[in-house]
Nanobody, 124 residues
Framework: QVQLVESGGGLVQAGDSLRLSCAAS????????MGWFRQASGKEREFVAS????????YYADSVKGRFTISRDNAKNTVYLQMNSLKPEDTAVYYC?????????????????WGQGTQVTVSS
């Protein structure tokens, strides 16, 4: 049974940093592309960042480029999202996802497994 468990969310002020973690189990982690998505209240889930199986390739949404960094530790079956210079518009539930057939992708339908999400709230 595949499980993706996000952690690290919380309430912060604009300009602060947070690091999200996503611990994976029940899958061969090093063979999955991993992604982070987010969903703000009343909006559709949107792509944030993706990382390849080895971690050698990354891909970011324009809205977070230069502020967020995705990374992974295959020995720990964990993917991270370091978020710096947070803005109120970054407020959302953040989800991690795993893609078996794609190395990096911005498309939700290419991901096979999803976590339950962690809330990030950025106050102004």
């Amino acid at each position: 049974q595949v499980q993706l468990v996000e952690s690290g969310g919380g309430l912060v002020q604009a300009g602060d940093s947070l690091r999200l973690s996503c611990a994976a189990s029940g899958l061969t982690f090093s063979t999955y592309g991993m992604g982070w998505f987010r969903q703000a209240s009343g909006k559709e889930r949107e792509f944030v960042a993706s990382i390849s199986w080895s971690g050698g390739s990354t891909y970011y949404a324009d809205s977070v480029k230069g502020r967020f960094t995705i990374s992974r530790d295959n020995a720990k079956n964990t993917v991270y999202l370091q978020m710096n210079s947070l803005k109120p518009e970054d407020t959302a539930v953040y989800y991690c996802a795993a893609a078996q057939r794609y190395s990096v992708s911005r498309y939700r339908e290419r991901y096979d497994y999803w976590g339950q999400g962690t809330q990030v709230t950025v106050s102004s």
